[in-house]
């Protein structure tokens, strides 16, 4: 059975035991795929005690003796010229490695590029890689030049500067070249940071072990700003505690120390610990251009000179590796005491205030003297409790143009967040947000133009309407919002997707996001031709010039850095993903496995499927057909549907299912809330009719009859239950596959996956049980499925 078809096992009632699992186990203990007549490689044994921490970038030496011999005379000899040429901007004199470091701090991004390349070769390669100093026109046969036009006489005589002004600032040009005997490869990025991340891609290869000569590639970003915003300590599911909520030895679990106190507080930045920079060295890998530090329920104490000098320590060692910072906000801080005497009254609060303009304006200054490549800031404004323009009388697009206009000077950009749902605007959760900012999209302006929102300005938009469940329908503002900057945010850390508890590889659900429809219409109502999601964050629907991905990051400072070594995929995934959001997941979980896990068929087929079924499994087991928000109470891991206790109503579990004798699901029909007509109309009128809409999506707009007849010749109540047990015995069978691959694993890394595996299938256990008795209760119905 294929990956792809393993997409859609669990829908399908198809277990991994039929498939990839039943071939893990017939290796057995030789590491070789049924039927196989290949010998066995060797299993990644040499270090049992491997906890996990390099990420994806620990280059194991290549076990196929054949390959490594061809890799060795192919690759011999790293040259980066004028690698010091262009020193990264450092502010913090005392800027230093925590002793007993093994990361060491870089001067330049060249010299970044340089040293991973000889730590990955070397390491790949079972032997040293030399560095060429000499001069660039004498290349050594199996050199590997990187470097920019500026930067490398090689790059100027083999790569032409239109080849990389198509490829832009981030992209990056690899080309094979062969003069007389000698052969080499060619590296080249219009900026030292396009060369670095193709110097990424070049080890990539070799990790997943594609050739590396007859190459002539031409690889840039589709999107431009690729940002991670790290959420501190909320929703921190890789803390270094037992539980994975919190930290040890007087850290808060977060991966930057900014005040640790005990045993951990010398600690603090302005030194720099070895995690730093593996996760720099690790967004580097897969583009990530930058990293909001800070939670968006904000905490002013990242705006005082106190912190901003930390922020200045963690500036400098991540620069060489092209990530920037950035910084959430709260609207209010210019009343927050702490800043006396410069402080702000109500009545200057209002966004169009000279005073409350000058004053986001004097601590943007203040920030970028000692941080000058600041992004901006990221502002979470009237919503759970967090202050924002509303408070004084003003809409959002005030707010966010307020400081925009304080900070468009300084070259920063505002990314308001659109996760607003106030109760007074509609009774459907759902609607609000779009009806909070649509309409100031739409606002003419005094040019003739449409849209209030200034050009510094992007809206933060979750994939969906709700809050980062298993699968959502698209947010409607995704191709409505045709005047305004938008930036998709999705959620790496698992808060519904099984926390650093459950095995969930979500890029196969971003990928169905950035490949869903939207039905994007011209001004005369034609169809657009290009208008999936993925084309109106990459700016193609509506011309945007600048264009911003987001994910939510699930960094802590556990050993493995995700507090789940398979949540390290939904990471590199993002990024992959950030970068090109036409890749197949399935590809991206194939290159995954092998730079983690290792090349062995019997090992990347069976991870690979594991990861590729598990998302669809986890929505099979918790959230199936629709049926949204389940999770008791605050914690959003386990379930809760008959919970109708908590103050908001539309916190409560029973607000989303309205389980009833006659069904189940919140009608967003038109004869509902009609949700369905904020979308554009061809998808509204798709989603509205609950003959036409798509079942996996069903319960989100119709509240469905237990009787209804589903696709599969069940009715709705047999369809639901089999999806609940069908997820359920998908979590078996990769605690299965997983176990069979023991031999193949090296030891503390399988344990610690195959006990969160145990733990796992209890808790989807739980989830089933749970809802389809509660389920049961309403329906009246047998339950024809078991365990």
Not at 180 to 198: E, H, M, P, S, W
Not at 449 to 467: A, I
Not at 468 to 475: L, S, T, V
Request: charged fraction near 20%; glycine fraction near 8%; aromatic fraction near 10%.
């Amino acid at each position: 059975m294929s990956r792809r078809v393993l997409m859609g096992a669990v829908a399908a009632g198809v277990t991994m035991g039929a498939g990839v699992g039943e071939a893990a186990r017939a290796a057995g203990r030789t590491g070789v795929p049924a039927g196989s007549d290949a010998p066995a490689p060797t299993a990644p044994h040499e270090d049992d005690d491997y906890d996990g921490s390099a990420l994806w970038l620990r280059y194991v030496p290549i076990s196929d003796p054949h390959l490594l011999r061809r890799y060795r005379r192919q690759v011999t000899t790293v040259v980066v010229e004028n690698a010091d040429r262009n020193p990264s901007y450092r502010h913090t004199p005392n800027l230093t490695m925590a002793p007993g470091s093994t990361e060491r701090l870089m001067a330049s991004t060249l010299e970044a590029a340089r040293e991973e390349l000889v730590r990955g070769l070397s390491g790949l390669l079972d032997h040293p890689v030399r560095v060429h100093n000499g001069p660039g026109r004498a290349l050594p046969d199996g050199s590997v030049v990187v470097g920019t036009r500026d930067s490398s006489w090689a790059v100027r005589r083999f790569v032409p500067a239109g080849d990389l002004e198509a490829v832009g600032r981030d992209g990056f040009v690899i080309r094979s070249v062969s003069q007389g005997q000698r052969a080499f490869t060619i590296i080249a990025g219009t900026t030292d940071i396009g060369a670095l991340y193709g110097a990424f891609a070049f080890l990539r290869r070799l990790q997943t072990h594609k050739p590396v000569t007859g190459l002539d590639i031409a690889d840039a970003p589709r999107v431009a700003n690729r940002h991670l915003n790290y959420w501190d300590t909320e929703r921190l599911y890789a803390g270094n505690d037992a539980s994975g909520t919190g930290g040890l030895n007087g850290e808060n679990g977060a991966i930057f120390n900014f005040a640790a106190t005990g045993a951990s507080a010398s600690r603090n930045l302005p030194l720099i610990l070895d995690r730093y920079l593996v996760a720099a060295r690790a967004m580097a890998s897969v583009g990530i251009t930058g990293i909001t530090i800070n939670n968006v329920n904000a905490n002013n104490a990242y705006l005082t000179p106190e912190y901003i000098a930390q922020e200045a320590a963690l500036a400098d060692a991540l620069r060489p590796y092209g990530i920037r910072l950035a910084l959430s906000i709260r609207y209010a801080a210019p009343m927050d005491s702490r800043f006396a005497p410069d402080t702000l009254t109500e009545e200057q609060m209002a966004p169009d205030h000279p005073d409350f303009q000058d004053w986001w304006a004097r601590k943007a200054r203040q920030i970028q003297e000692s941080v000058p490549d600041l992004i901006g800031f990221t502002v979470k404004a009237n919503s759970e409790g967090q202050p924002g323009p509303q408070d004084f009388g003003h809409d959002h697009g005030d707010g966010a143009n307020g400081m925009a206009t304080a900070v468009a000077p300084l070259g920063l950009t505002i990314y308001w967040r659109t996760f607003v749902y106030n109760p007074d605007v509609d009774t459907d959760r759902l609607k609000r947000a779009y009806l909070e900012f649509g309409h100031i999209d739409d606002e003419p302006q005094p040019d003739g133009t449409k849209g209030r929102f200034l050009d510094n300005v992007f809206l933060q938009t979750k994939n969906g309407p709700l809050d980062f469940q298993a699968r959502e329908p698209i947010h409607p503002m995704f191709g409505r919002m045709e005047n305004t900057n938008q930036a998709l945010e999705l959620q790496i850390t698992q808060e519904y997707t099984g926390q650093n508890r459950m095995l969930c590889f979500l890029a196969p659900m971003w990928e169905e996001i950035l490949k869903t429809d939207t039905y994007a219409t011209d001004a005369q109502g034609e169809l657009l031709e290009q208008r999936l999601v993925g084309h109106v964050v990459d700016g193609t629907v509506q011309n945007h010039a600048d264009t911003a991905i987001v994910g939510v990051a699930n960094f802590g400072n556990a050993d493995n850095l995700t507090g789940h070594h398979f949540s390290q995929a939904n990471l590199y995934a993002f990024g992959r993903q950030a970068w090109d959001w036409t890749l197949e997941s399935a590809d991206i979980a194939d290159d995954w496995v092998r730079m983690t896990w290792g090349n062995s068929p019997t090992v990347v087929e069976a991870i690979s499927a594991m990861m590729m079924g598990s998302w669809e499994a986890l929505v099979s087991y918790q959230t199936p057909l629709g049926i949204g928000h389940q999770f008791t109470a605050d914690v959003h891991y386990g379930p809760g549907p008959s919970e109708s206790h908590l103050p908001r109503e539309d916190w409560n579990p029973t607000y989303y299912n309205q389980a009833d004798s006659v069904g189940l699901g919140y009608d967003r029909s038109p004869t509902g809330s009609d949700l369905t007509a904020q979308y554009f109309p061809a998808l509204g009128a798709l989603y509205a009719d609950i003959d036409t809409v798509p079942e996996n999506l069903m319960m989100w707009f119709h509240h469905v009859p237990w009787d209804r007849p589903m696709s599969s010749g069940r009715i709705f109540w047999d369809e639901l239950v089999h999806h609940y047990y069908s997820g359920v015995r998908y979590v078996g069978e990769m605690r299965r596959t997983w176990d069979a691959l023991e031999p193949e694993i090296d030891a503390r890394r399988f344990a610690e996956v195959r006990a969160k595996l145990e733990l796992h299938e209890v808790d989807a256990a739980d989830w089933r049980d749970t809802c389809v008795g509660y389920w049961q209760e309403f329906s009246g119905r047998e339950i024809r499925e078991t365990a």
